[in-house]
């Protein structure tokens, strides 16, 4: 099949790069000139495991090619993936679909053969429809079907959502359109189920799936802060709700909020949804309030930490929204820093992958560095922010040598914190006492 996908993002190239695993003929669009200069020169241009042999194979294979013309990408496909950013509006906070709209007159001039467009970027309820109606006003004798296809793919994991999908939503109004998926999909026909809905019910899914993960880890977050006061262990407490198949065990790990570029926004849409259709979601509401209270919650138990010390140096492991990932794009890890920045401290930040990120945002109000050992050189308290696996090997006994003070907030309980404490480091981890 031939397929061009539009918007070389967190999505859209691993989307693209695996689509040419399956076989298919793919055409990585983007209007950013220098993306997609770097792509043709064989640079990735974000980091995600396992991104880097796929795209090798596929760019030399030439099942991938790069793009910024759609003059170029768009009269040949029969499958257009629509993957481009919808950023939150900046002030209804719903996802603004300005990239969804300018992307859609773009390839309408160009459509000249029956080709579905799937919309796989995350959209409003209804965006089907605006887009059908665009391409409809812009090419009023262009051959196409509109469809939902949304994403599941986790950062850090995406590779491997891909090939491994708990399972395939599609939303088409059309027999024709349905199966043309259906030939996509036929890898996948025996390894998961691959449920056709309406576009409506698609583009719904996909807001109630992000929503309710959200609620689900602030649940176990609040049943972490029971637990610090109740002596009992969060993670015996979420082991033992987890067996429960109606509960399910995974997202049930406790951390200081959740973030990244989906989580937030999408439950911000769904919350301006609700309130722009007179509905109460007030699960929701309080799910984002709650959230965004935990952050500074962390940030006031690190501080109260070095409470007694003027000017303060604290150790920051992790500024990325969580491991496997260079994104800093709403982390908890560098909201709880810019909270604590608001005092008088200093900060050393070490991130595996993310420090590039960190310093076009932080750029000089923090000590960047090159090693975990490093930023917990001389520090007063360390914080570990981001759940990086090679936190999880930190040398204690060395840290204990290094450190000002031996204190650590474990915010994404890394470290084995029962030899932490023999060792006398005063710990403060979530949802245990010690
Ligand atoms: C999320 C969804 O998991 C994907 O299914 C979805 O496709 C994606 O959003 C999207 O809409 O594009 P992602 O944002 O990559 O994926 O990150 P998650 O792995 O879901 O983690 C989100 C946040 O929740 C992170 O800050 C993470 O640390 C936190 N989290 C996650 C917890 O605190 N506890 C958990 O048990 C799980």
Known sequence: MKITVIGTGYVG????????????????LDIDESKINKLKNGELTIFEEGLDSLFEKHTQSGKVSFSTSFAESIPNADLVILAVGTPPHPITKEADMKYIKSAAESLAKHLNQYTVIAIKSTVPVNTGDAVENIIRRTNPTADFDVISLPE??????????????????VGAN???????????????????????????????IKY?????????????NEMADFCETSGADIYEVAKGMGLDSRIGAKFLVPGPGYGGFCFPKDTNAMAYMGKFNGIDLSLIETTI????????????????????????TIAVLGSAFKGGTDDCRESPALQIIEIMLAHDVNIKL??????????????????????????????????ILTDWQEFKSLD?????????????????????YELASQLGFEVKSIGRKI
Not at 175 to 203: G, H, M, Q, T, W
Not at 353 to 379: F, H, Q, R, V
Not at 396 to 416: W, Y
């Open 396 to 416: 204690l006994e060395k840290i204990k040598v290094l450190m000002s003070r031996p204190q650590i907030a474990d915010f994404r309980n890394m470290i084995d």
């Open 350 to 383: 070490y991130d595996p992958e993310a420090m590039p990120n960190t310093k076009a945002i932080l750029k000089d109000m923090i000590t960047y560095c090159d090693s975990a050992y490093e930023a917990i050189g001389g520090a007063d308290v360390l914080a």
């Open 289 to 312: 309030k709650s959230n965004e209270r935990r952050k500074i919650n962390m940030a006031k138990r690190i501080l109260d930490m070095v409470s007694d010390i003027k000017n303060p």
């Open 13 to 28: 190239l691993p989307t693209g790069v695996g689509l040419a695993e399956l076989g298919n003929d793919v055409i990585c």
């Open 174 to 204: 059309s027999k024709r359109a349905k199966n043309l998926i259906a030939d996509l999909y036929l890898p996948f026909k025996d390894r998961c189920p691959i449920l056709y809905v309406s576009r409506k019910s698609s583009e719904t």
């Open 208 to 220: 109630a799936s992000n929503a309710f993960l959200a609620m689900k880890i602030q649940y176990i």
């Open 152 to 169: 599941f793919l986790r950062e850090g994991f995406a590779v491997q959502d891909f090939f491994n999908p708990d399972r395939i939503i």
